[in-house]
């Protein structure tokens, strides 16, 4: 059977972030393919041509068009780290942490991660199911394509597991591509933490008990873990992520985002996928990434949400030669954000990137913290047509008009996920 040809044409300019399917690094990050009167052939999920609109038009005479209005033509976004799957949102921590308390204390006072898990246990799978879909709905409307989704307000081995049944559900439902990970090590469970070595008797349940199941239906691709002072320490997170590994589960870190506890430098040397957050890291920290073939994904919004006045060192992480990434670290207590621009916006108002390097970090890079750079995050022959449309004319425009949607069509693996009349 044929497959039918679609072509995207009439863009003002096209960001393809065309090159090597792998991490980016120092000046590379520079180089977003930006270029005029250039379009794309799809057919079925795949990208077959890239070439510009005339030469489209006479190789695929005959073929549907969507016309691009001349606006911006570009890779879909790749959100490579967010909790979307949780009940109801915290509003009163965000007041909380307007008088001072600060995040950790909220914490200790049972609030915070803790308070999600108290929501998530009392809901059925149908109404976590229910909720996710028009976050995603949101996430894709501003050109987000692929997204990553954490468990981890679950944090007993049942609602674990609940969660991530939900999360795959999400993932066979489509449109975006979902990519599932365990994050059953967002904390210590607090009927846990009364106990002696509660610590480590939640963690042999996480080996012993939730990996095998997680691995028998294929529930998850990564394991990841909070590695931070107070609630899983180096040592603690190396057994977590060896044992995810055991079962086939890839390494990432939630790293060094509200102090160093060098968890960067023990994501480096376990080969994780990603180190992510980084507020905190120290200079042997960038070192170790840099020297890695970990991605450092920065999460801007949260440390804006959370109103500590600081973010992760993305200037000092390129120029060391860290591949960086950006991703929105969509959750209810610290990044309530589905609006994905804005994470561009950050990314060269407060980590101080070029436009091209934020492009790259939100594409990209984004895909190589999830194992996909060779499938997804450009716009190139044999690639996903994982792509966005944008009502701008500058690549450049995106990241500047903060706050606006200006997204009007979405499409992941060929498969429209939003399109505006």
Request: glycine fraction near 10%.
């Amino acid at each position: 059977m044929t497959i039918p040809t679609t072509l995207f044409v009439n863009a003002a300019q096209t960001v393809t972030c065309a090159g090597p399917g792998r991490a980016r690094r120092g000046a590379e990050m520079r180089e977003a393919g930006v270029c005029s009167g250039v379009g794309l052939a799809v057919e079925g999920a795949r990208i077959v041509a890239v070439a510009p609109d005339e030469e489209l038009r006479q190789r695929y005479a005959g073929a549907s068009e969507v016309d691009c209005q001349r606006g911006l033509l570009a890779p879909g976004f790749v959100d490579s780290h967010t909790h979307a799957v949780f009940g109801a949102p915290r509003y009163a921590e965000h007041e909380l942490r307007a008088t001072g308390v600060p995040y950790m204390e909220i914490a200790r006072q049972g609030g915070g991660i803790h308070s999600s898990v108290r929501d998530l246990r009392a809901r059925s799978d149908e109404e976590l199911f229910a909720l996710a879909v028009p976050r995603l709905a949101r996430l894709a409307a501003g050109g987000v394509t692929t997204l990553e989704v954490k468990s981890g307000y679950g944090l007993s081995v049942h609602d674990e597991l609940r969660s991530l049944r939900v999360i795959k559900r999400l993932a066979d439902a489509g449109p975006l591509r979902v990519v599932p990970t365990c994050l059953a090590a967002h904390e210590i469970p607090l009927e846990y933490r009364e106990r002696t070595n509660g610590g480590d008797e939640w963690i042999s349940a996480i080996c012993e008990d939730l990996y095998p199941v997680v691995q028998r239906e294929q529930l998850a691709v990564f394991a990841d873990v909070f590695c931070e002072p107070g609630v899983y320490g180096v040592d603690a997170s190396r057994r977590v992520l060896e044992g995810g590994r055991r079962y086939g589960l890839r390494p990432k870190l939630h790293a060094d985002e509200l102090h160093d506890g060098g968890a960067a430098v023990l994501a480096a040397a376990l080969g994780a996928v990603s180190a992510d957050h980084l507020a905190a890291v120290s200079p042997a920290g960038v070192a170790a990434l840099a020297g890695s073939s970990t991605v450092a994904t920065a999460l801007p919004a949260t440390m804006l949400f959370l109103g500590t006045g600081r973010q992760a060192p993305v200037r000092a992480l390129i120029e060391a030669g860290a591949a960086v990434a950006l991703a929105s670290d969509f959750n209810p207590g610290t990044s309530p954000l589905q609006a994905f621009p804005l994470v561009l916006t950050l990314a060269v108002s407060e980590l101080r990137m070029l436009a091209a390097e934020a492009w790259i970090a939100a594409t990209v890079n984004g895909a190589a913290a999830l194992g996909l750079a060779n499938e997804t995050g450009q716009l190139a022959v044999g690639y996903r047509a994982d792509i966005a449309l944008h009502a701008v004319d500058d690549y450049r425009a995106l990241p500047y008009w903060f706050g606006e949607r200006l997204c009007f069509g979405s499409w992941s693996g060929g498969r429209a996920c939003h399109v505006t009349p």
